[in-house]
T-cell receptor, first 112, second 116 residues
Framework: AQKVTQAQTEISVVEKEDVTLDCVYE???????LFWYKQPPSGELVFLIR??????QNEISGRYSWNFQKSTSSFNFTITASQVVDSAVYFC?????????FGSGTRLLVRP | DSGVTQTPKHLITATGQRVTLRCSPR?????VYWYQQSLDQGLQFLIH?????ERAKGNILERFSAQQFPDLHSELNLSSLELGDSALYFC?????WGLGVNTEAFFGQGTRLTVV
């Protein structure tokens, strides 16, 4: 069975701090895809990144970076110099076909 | 803006009633997915349609059904509503049958259903 675990339920940081959101996944599939979505207070789910299981290169996009390690089945997300607008719930998700398996989410609060 | 449109944004209805949620996918996307987000269950996959045909079912109750029409918009019908059906219902779309190398799912803003 596939599973995604986001052990951090809630994280609170002060603006400009760096923060890392953890994601651990379980799957027996050799080909799979990992995703991060952001859910701001307004409620929509915003796609952030997709990573393929055969590509372990880390990725950086502005203040966001992602660290994918197959050896530990982890796909962690780091926000550098956090801002108040980063406050949201962040979901990690796994798919090997059509269905997204979501973690329970990490609520990030960035205080001014 | 993801390009996926869901209506209505909010819906309040009484137990036992029936409602229809509507979703217009992004232009060119053939797949539509429905998800339910509730406090106790989190984000759960309900059903997947591709080019008008049902492709997969997840944790969808028998009281719920869905369709995808020839113009590719989709409707999720919820009947005999119970208090526990109160949730945020998301529609997502993608260009291909599944999620893959160059395919991700884009979500609409959701319909918040409150059953009273």
């Amino acid at each position: 069975a596939q599973k995604v675990t986001q052990a951090q339920t809630e994280i609170s940081v002060v603006e400009k701090e760096d923060v890392t959101l953890d994601c651990v996944y379980e799957t027996r599939d050799t080909t799979y895809y990992l995703f991060w979505y952001k859910q701001p207070p307004s409620g929509e789910l915003v796609f952030l990144i997709r990573r393929n299981s055969f590509d372990e290169q880390n990725e950086i996009s502005g203040r966001y970076s992602w660290n994918f390690q197959k050896s530990t089945s982890s796909f962690n997300f780091t926000i550098t110099a956090s801002q108040v607008v980063d406050s949201a719930v962040y979901f990690c998700a796994l798919s090997s076909s059509y269905k997204l398996i979501f973690g329970s989410g990490t609520r990030l609060l960035v205080r001014p | 803006d993801s390009g996926v449109t869901q209506t209505p944004k909010h819906l309040i209805t009484a137990t036992g009633q029936r409602v229809t949620l509507r979703c217009s996918p992004r232009s060119g996307d053939l797949s539509v997915y429905w998800y339910q987000q509730s406090l106790d269950q989190g984000l759960q996959f309900l059903i997947h349609y591709y080019n008008g045909e049902e492709r997969a079912k997840g944790n969808i109750l028998e009281r719920f059904s869905a369709q995808q029409f020839p113009d590719l918009h989709s409707e999720l019908n919820l009947s005999s509503l119970e208090l526990g059906d109160s949730a945020l219902y998301f529609c997502a779309s993608s260009v291909a049958w599944g999620l893959g190398v160059n395919t991700e799912a884009f979500f609409g803003q959701g319909t918040r259903l409150t059953v009273v």
